[in-house]
């Protein structure tokens, strides 16, 4: 990808949203289908540590 | 709760997104309304502006023409050439009717008389929107084949194994959810409350202007920011046409790339 620092910005951003969401929307469909509480929590932690890490693998290795 | 407000403010009426819904300029046709009224004029705008420096194209150019020329210049090289590279020749009509179309109708948000940035309207943000969407998934298709584009989007390599499951969810959400919608509602949503902000500034002046006499000077403060944010406005405007571009661009970059 192009080195565009207003691009990069964007990108990341997308990154992290995503994460929240796909992890999150697990969590919660766990949740509901098991009737527990904690897998939303889980969920939404994963997917914030996963989008970090893609973002880190992205754009934090050059 | 909001008739509780609404009963202990009688007199001001802020600005709401119910200012945003306007009734047909003639006829009753939802074709006549004003968002769709300037969509049309800002299309007979670009288009007789870009004829018009272009027709009596010259070695040495008219102001017209430098003015024409300097816009294409500066979304062929700025935007499709470093962001694209080798390819970019064949999306730069694309990108160039793309950020001409965003900025005219962005920039009807603070000339006086119009005043109404059509991109603050969501539908329209989310139509230019479903074209890239088609458009940057097409040509990646077309090069790669949907089998490899998939594979290179969700398998990143070089690092452990395991770590797909994580990541490969979360690289197609963005791809193909995330990158729209927020495409779509960056702009939108720059436009709506930017709008929303020169309302309040005017209509508070409107309102203060005609209370007792103290508040007359509160009047006065509150136009001349209106005057100023639309200069700032103005500013917002061009950026988000200028983003949005580049975004688009760098999504077709992405999709032509070899490895994502």
């Given at each position: 990808m192009a080195g565009n620092e207003e691009g990069a910005l964007w990108s990341i951003f997308g990154y992290l949203i995503s994460g929240l969401v796909i992890w999150g929307a697990i969590g919660w469909a766990l949740d509901h289908w098991?009737?527990?509480?904690?897998f939303l929590l889980g969920g939404l932690l994963l997917g914030a540590g996963a989008s970090l890490y893609l973002v880190w693998l992205r754009f934090g290795q050059k | 709760m909001i008739k509780l407000l609404e009963a202990a403010q009688p007199g001001f009426k802020p600005p709401g997104s119910g200012d945003f819904i306007f009734q047909p300029?003639?006829?009753?046709?939802?074709?006549?309304?004003k968002p769709v009224v300037l969509l049309f004029f800002s299309v007979i705008l670009i288009s007789t502006f870009f004829i018009i420096s272009a027709r009596k194209a010259a070695v040495v150019p008219s102001k017209l023409q430098f003015a024409g020329e300097a816009v294409y210049g500066f979304v062929r090289d700025g935007i499709g050439k470093d962001v694209i590279g080798e390819e970019f020749q064949r999306f730069v009509p694309f990108l160039f009717t793309i950020f001409t179309f965003i900025l005219t109708n962005n920039l009807f948000g603070v000339i006086p008389l119009m005043q109404f940035p059509t991109m603050s309207h969501i539908g329209f943000p989310v139509s230019i929107t479903i074209f890239v969407y088609f458009v940057y998934h097409y040509v990646a298709i077309k090069k790669h084949g949907l089998g490899k584009y998939l594979k290179d989007m969700c398998f990143m390599p070089g690092i452990p194994k395991p770590m797909y499951i994580l990541l490969a969810p979360l690289e197609f959400l963005t791809y193909f959810a995330i990158r729209p919608l927020t495409l779509a509602m960056r702009l939108f949503g720059n436009m709506f409350a930017g709008h929303l902000l020169l309302m309040l500034f005017t209509l508070g002046g409107e309102y203060l202007l005609g209370s007792a006499w103290f508040l007359k000077i509160f009047s006065a403060i509150s136009f001349s920011l209106a005057v100023g944010l639309s200069f700032f406005e103005m500013g917002i405007q061009c950026l988000q046409a200028y983003i949005f571009t580049l975004l688009v661009a760098l999504y077709i970059a992405g999709a032509l790339a070899d490895e994502h």
């Open positions: 098991l009737h527990s509480h904690f | 300029i003639f006829g009753h046709s939802l074709l006549a309304t």
